[in-house]
């Protein structure tokens, strides 16, 4: 069985177009746990939209937070929690997947037990501006050099149950749920790169995270950023 967690927040304007990307690929068996933040937009309604019993939607409770990024690590580990599938999908709420992105990591995954692909990285309207974001961010399998400048994106990955189980709890503060669950694999479970873009990884002004694309943030910032990843690879892994 096959769960595909999303985090969603005033994501209206592109959820549809993923979620059709998504749905043909999996089973009548699979699911789509969408944990939502309390959108004040359309995004539920545009879900509901499409009736298919295979969506479900679960209200995420606020917690506190100290960085943006935990905003989204709170909402995914909420989704995270409610999959029932023995292999999990991550997927944002603004990208769209290639047809074949469920058949070529699941094959893999009988091998690996967490895998992350390549993707296209376009503006909003899906055009490619980059034809490999691991051209962008160079691949590791290193838990110091994930530290120091992570490649993985969430939206790129799948995995076994056993990596989530692991992984939970997120740490609470500063750590993005795609950084944890790719130190928790590096260091306890076969990761493998899959080199073949998968999804169109949409960049646009209302993108809730920078992953990568774009750094505006302070030197403290970054600084102060590291110290609590720091801290809960010293403490966790």
């Known amino acids: 069985m096959i769960s595909v967690c999303i985090a969603t927040f005033n994501g209206e304007k592109y959820i549809q177009e993923q979620l059709l990307s998504i749905l043909p690929q999996l089973e009548q068996n699979d699911e789509i746990i969408i944990s939502d933040d309390h ?32 905003h989204s690590t709170h909402n995914f580990q909420n989704a995270l929690r409610q999959a029932k599938g ?12 290639t047809a074949d992105k469920v058949s070529v990591m699941k094959k893999q995954l009988q091998d690996y037990d967490l895998v992350v692909s390549d993707c296209y990285v376009t503006d909003e309207r899906l055009n490619i501006i980059h034809p490999s974001y691991f051209k962008i961010r160079n691949k590791t399998l290193g838990i110091w050099d994930t530290f ?22 997120f740490p609470s503060f500063g750590v993005g749920h795609d950084l ?11 990761l493998h790169y ?9 960049r646009h002004a209302d993108a809730v ?3 990568g694309m774009r750094n505006t943030s302070s ?8 110290l609590f990843v720091l801290y809960a690879i010293i403490t966790k892994l």
Not at 148 to 167: D, Q, T, Y
Not at 194 to 202: E, F, H, K, T
């Open 86 to 97: 023995d292999i999990i999908f991550l997927s944002d709420q603004d990208d769209k997947w």
């Open 194 to 202: 899959i080199d073949q873009p998968l999804s169109y990884y949409r």
């Open 39 to 70: 959108s004040s937009d359309h995004t539920i309604e545009r879900i509901e939209s499409l009736n298919d019993p295979r969506i479900k939607i679960v209200l995420h409770s606020a917690e506190p937070c100290r960085f943006l990024i935990d």
């Open 180 to 190: 944890w669950l790719a130190l928790t694999a590096i260091k306890y479970f076969r």
């Open 148 to 169: 120091w400048k992570s490649p993985f994106l969430g939206s790129c990955m799948a995995f076994r149950k056993e990596v989530l189980l692991k992984a939970l709890p």
């Open 219 to 226: 030197f403290f910032f970054k600084i102060r950023y590291r």
């Open 209 to 211: 995270t920078e992953s």
